[in-house]
């Protein structure tokens, strides 16, 4: 799948995702894809499982931001805020692809925290949630 394809379908995908289209959401994966949450140690096996997994989620997302999707051939990573109950979660999604599918995705998501004022004179402040 071209390059801009790809870029089509993941868009429709995190659209889907933000709108709670579960149906759309998991239109892009093959039906023997594995996606990996690395920081709690899981992996789901199938697009139905993983499907059924998050529309089970008790915390569904009040909010949902790309802030940056970049790929190139069959590798593509997203960059994106997921708004739980009044938290963001940072979160990053690496995506492989086979024959137009993502066959393989990993998450990883992080809380926010304070940046330390020891370093200030060396930073500069980026606007997030």
């Known amino acids: 799948m071209q390059h801009a394809n790809l870029r089509e379908a993941l868009n429709a995908h ?6 709670g289209d ?3 959401e ?5 039906d023997d894809a594995i996606c990996d ?11 139905k499982n993983l499907q059924a997994l998050r529309g089970h989620h008790p915390g569904k997302p009040s909010g949902f931001e790309v802030r940056r999707m970049q790929g ?3 590798l593509w990573v997203t960059e994106y805020i997921i708004a ?6 940072f ?3 690496i995506m492989e692809f086979r024959d137009g599918k993502v066959v393989h995705e990993t998450q990883y998501f992080s809380d926010p925290f304070e940046a330390p004022a020891w ?3 060396w930073v500069q402040k980026i606007t997030t949630r």
């Open 22 to 24: 579960l149906e759309a």
């Open 119 to 121: 370093r200030s004179q």
């Open 37 to 47: 949450y690395p920081q709690s140690g899981e992996r789901i096996l199938g697009r």
């Open 14 to 19: 995190w659209q889907a995702s933000a709108a």
């Open 84 to 89: 739980y109950q009044g938290r963001s979660a």
């Open 26 to 30: 998991h239109d892009i994966y093959a």
């Open 72 to 74: 190139e051939g069959n």
């Open 91 to 93: 979160t990053v999604s």
